[in-house]
């Protein structure tokens, strides 16, 4: 049973562009979602929550669909700085649990 | 400045050579927990707590002891590590109140063991 599924990529794409990333949990009781951001060997950082009604952070907007069970993060006009692995994450009683992550590719 | 550190960074060992992982953090937060990183299985939960002398085993708990005597404090524990326990670890801290929104991990331990 895979409680939280991503695409692992890499998905490569050229600066300017825009990337979109799916995200897909199995516990319909999660209580709150999350991005993480994931940078070679580094740690995980918190991107952005997400919440119901959809929520935008700059270039970043995540969405989500309880009915669904499905989230997702886009991300206009790619930065070569974007070039990470991206980490869907669902909070189910104070407990976290990680999607693999999908590493994104941001050419010049 | 707000941080979480582990120490050692990087470490060799070999099987059966009981270790501790360092895991502290200056915020005051209640909750801490421990993340081993493999490739292609992602991060799970080893064990975390959610305050001093309490902790709670996570998805993968087993081959670790971990103890909460200080606040700050969550050392991890291979009591006798084998070559599966080679990984990458990272601690991390959040309040109690918002565990998830605000979680911090340290840099991250890398352990392998032959």
């Known amino acids: 049973r895979k409680e939280v599924e991503q695409d692992p990529g890499p998905f490569n794409v050229p600066e300017g562009a825009t990337v979109a990333f799916n995200c897909t949990y199995s516990?319909?009781?999660?209580?709150?979602f999350f991005w993480y951001r994931q940078d070679c060997r580094k740690e995980p950082k918190l991107l952005m929550s997400v919440y119901s009604s959809g929520n935008e952070d700059g270039r970043f907007t995540a969405q989500l669909n309880r009915a669904s069970q499905y989230i997702s993060l886009l991300i206009r006009d790619s930065k070569l700085s974007d070039s990470a692995t991206y980490l869907c994450?669902?909070?189910?009683?104070?407990?976290?649990?990680f999607g693999k992550g999908t590493m994104l590719l941001v050419s010049p | 400045e707000a941080q979480v550190t582990q120490n050692p960074r990087y470490l060799i060992t070999v099987t059966g050579k009981k270790l501790t992982v360092t895991c502290s953090q200056n915020?005051?937060?209640?909750?801490m927990s421990w993340y081993r990183q493999d490739p292609g299985l992602g991060l799970r939960q080893i064990y975390y707590?959610?305050?001093?002398?309490?902790?709670d085993k996570g998805d993968v708990p087993e081959g670790y002891k971990v103890s909460r005597k200080e606040k700050r404090n969550f050392p991890l524990i291979l009591e006798s590590p084998s070559p599966n326990q080679t990984s990458l670890y990272f601690c991390?801290?959040?309040?109690?109140?918002?565990?998830?929104?605000?979680?911090?991990f340290g840099p991250g331990t890398r352990l392998t063991v032959l």
């Open positions: 516990n319909s009781a999660s209580q709150s």
């Open positions: 991390a801290s959040s309040p109690l109140d918002s565990p998830a929104d605000t979680q911090y």
């Open positions: 994450v669902v909070n189910v009683y104070s407990t976290l649990t």
């Open positions: 707590s959610m305050n001093v002398e309490v902790t």
């Open positions: 915020m005051n937060h209640e909750y």
